[in-house]
């Protein structure tokens, strides 16, 4: 449990965003304090986190390196940042997923793949809600990935016809047909629910491949969409509480602009905290 030299409160307040990466919050506060991640958790008596030889693998590109931390480490951090572990519990969706349960286990942490991928989010926001520029690594679902405040698509680090793409958002000022198709998808989430995504996936597979899958069969929910649906973009707006990144069907690498293929860039294994931090999340608990 905590020792004397980091019994203190930080007095550098560093909130967390709602789906970020625990990866991303522990890099922020690092440099909050002008630390790196290591540095930071050695200073609070969590040693070097176990990088999993997963890790270190050759592995897809849009792959998610992430940060487990068992309770006794959650500890430690709760203590420091002086913020609840209610709350990072909801804003961070693998904040509690270490596999080590145990409550009297000393200070562990790990770097595990992550079951989803992050992406960076909008820069706007995040320089709102956090006073800096910092890039923030959010687990987004695919209905959260435009930001129509700040008319910004978060495509994530992806190709473009087998090339790296040179940025992760894209500008949609001059594209208001797709903040439309989000404003529809996400008032037919709100109406449908999961059938309004099972319409979305529909769509993607004729757009990606030309083949009309078998429809949903959903007595309760909307007529499938025709076969000459529109392509629809990402987007919709999750539940604030469940911060539940949809796995969406993969686009080409040969899709355009309007439906890249993601592929959030990798972590380095040795660092904790990636430069260009990491993509959502499920049942899973691989930390
Ligand atoms: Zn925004």
Redesign the pocket.
Known sequence: MPTRRHRYLSPLRVAPMQWETTASYIQRLAQRHHLTTTELLHALGIPTPHTHPECTRPRSPSTTIELYLNPASRHLITQFTGIENTRLTHALPQWGKHRDKSPTAPPKARLRLAPVHAIT??????L?RTGHAHPVQQYLSSTALI?R??R?WMLGTHTLNGKPFPTEHADLTRTPEILAAHQDHTRLLRRWGQAADHGLTYAMALTDTGDAPHPPTNASGPPAPAASAPPAPACGTPSPATPSPTPKPSPSPSSSPATPARSTSSNTPADPTPSTPPSPPSSAEPG
Request: some cysteine; hydrophobic content about 10%.
């Open positions: 989010g909008c820069p706007h926001c995040t709102t930001c405040r700040h910004i």
